[in-house]
C-alpha cells in the first residue's frame, strides 16, 4: 500500500472538507458521536481516571465507525470491528486507568503540599503570582497546546487503529507518525479544533469531550489521504436506521 506522508496544504484543507462533508451528510452519525461526548463529560472530575478512559473510548468508536462507514458505506460488521480492534483500545484503556490514577495520587499529594507552602508565603507575593498567570499570552498557549495534544496524543492513537487494521508494523507506525509530526503544517492543521477551547471558556462550558472528537474525526480523515483510502460509492453509501438497527438506502 501506498503511504503518502509528505502532505501539502490541499491535503489538510481536504481532510477538513471530507469530515464535514461526512458529518453533514450522516446527521444521525454526528448526533451519535455528540451524544457520547456529552456522556463522557458527564462523568465527574473526582472519577478523572475514568473521565480519561472514557476519552480514550470515545477515540476509538469514533476511528471504528467512521473508517468502516467511510470504506463500506454502512454500519455491518461494527461488532467484528470493534473486537478486532481491541489489541489497540484495551491496552491503551488499561494503561491510561493505571498511570491516572497514580498521577491523581500524586497530583493529591503535590496540591496538599503547595497548600501549606501557599499559607506561609506572603499574600502580597500570592496576588502578583496570580496576576501574572492571567498574561494576554494564556489563552494562545492553551490553544497550541490544544494542538499539540491533538496531534502528539490523539492522532497516535488513531493512526495505531489504521496500522492494526492495515497490517502495519509498530515500527512503521512510529515511522508515518514522526514523518507527520514533524511537518510544522501538521500542528497547524489542528489549531481549528483547538479553538474551542476559547469558546468554551467564553460560555463557561467544558468542552473537552467536543475538542477530543473532533481531533480523532480530523485525524481519521486525514489518515484516509496519508493511506490513500478511497471511499465508498455514493451508491453504496446507507443512511442509518436507529428503529432497525439496520442500514436503511
Not at 83 to 112: E, M
Request: proline share 4%.
Amino acid at each position: 500500500m501506498q503511504v503518502n506522508t509528505n502532505l501539502e496544504k490541499q491535503d489538510y484543507l481536504k481532510a477538513y472538507k471530507d469530515m464535514f462533508s461526512f458529518l453533514f451528510r450522516q446527521p444521525l452519525l454526528a448526533a451519535g458521536f455528540f451524544f457520547l461526548c456529552l456522556l463522557t463529560e458527564s462523568i465527574p472530575f473526582a472519577w478523572f481516571p475514568l473521565k480519561l478512559a472514557s476519552y480514550a473510548i470515545l477515540i476509538s468508536l469514533i476511528v471504528c465507525v467512521t473508517s468502516l462507514h467511510f470504506r463500506s458505506g454502512s454500519l455491518r460488521g461494527l461488532a467484528q470491528e470493534l473486537r478486532f480492534q481491541q489489541a489497540v483500545y484495551l491496552p491503551a484503556v488499561v494503561l491510561i486507568l493505571c498511570l491516572s490514577w497514580l498521577g491523581f495520587v500524586v497530583a493529591d499529594f503535590l496540591i496538599s503540599m503547595v497548600s501549606v507552602s501557599a499559607q506561609q508565603t506572603n499574600p502580597h507575593v500570592a496576588a502578583m503570582a496570580a496576576g501574572s498567570a492571567q498574561a494576554a499570552g494564556e489563552l494562545f498557549v492553551a490553544v497550541v497546546a490544544t494542538a499539540l495534544i491533538c496531534l502528539a496524543q490523539i492522532m497516535p492513537f488513531v493512526l495505531a487503529h489504521f496500522c492494526h487494521g492495515l497490517g502495519f508494523s509498530r515500527a512503521q507506525g512510529e515511522k508515518i507518525w514522526v514523518s507527520l509530526m514533524l511537518q510544522p503544517k501538521t500542528l497547524m492543521a489542528f489549531i481549528p479544533i483547538a479553538h474551542i477551547v476559547p469558546l468554551g471558556l467564553m460560555m463557561q462550558w467544558n468542552l473537552t469531550g467536543l475538542i477530543v472528537a473532533f481531533g480523532a474525526l480530523y485525524s481519521t480523515f486525514l489518515l484516509f489521504i496519508v493511506f490513500n483510502i478511497e471511499p465508498a460509492s455514493r451508491s453504496e453509501v446507507k443512511d442509518i436506521d436507529l428503529a432497525s438497527g439496520h442500514a436503511a438506502g
